[in-house]
């Protein structure tokens, strides 16, 4: 169940990048030198955490 919630979760660090970069806006409006930084780190932790989690629920099929 953990892995499903980090899918989930990587997916929504993910968008919410993406919306960082587009609206330019987290909490406060930022400028585009602080707003593209930011949201491609977003965007790169929600793809770590979608794969880490992709890894172990295919770890857990191979034991069973």
């Known amino acids: 169940m953990f892995n499903w919630l980090s899918v989930v979760a990587g ?5 919410l990048g993406i ?5 330019k806006f987290f909490v ?3 400028e ?3 707003a593209y930084p930011l949201g491609f780190l977003l965007i790169l932790y929600g793809a770590f955490r ?6 172990r629920i295919r770890q857990d099929k191979n034991e069973e």
Not at 50 to 55: C, D, E, G, Q
């Open 11 to 15: 997916i929504f660090y993910v968008i």
């Open 32 to 34: 585009a030198n602080v």
């Open 28 to 30: 406060i409006y930022l």
């Open 19 to 23: 919306t960082v970069i587009i609206y």
């Open 50 to 55: 979608i794969i880490r989690a992709i890894f």
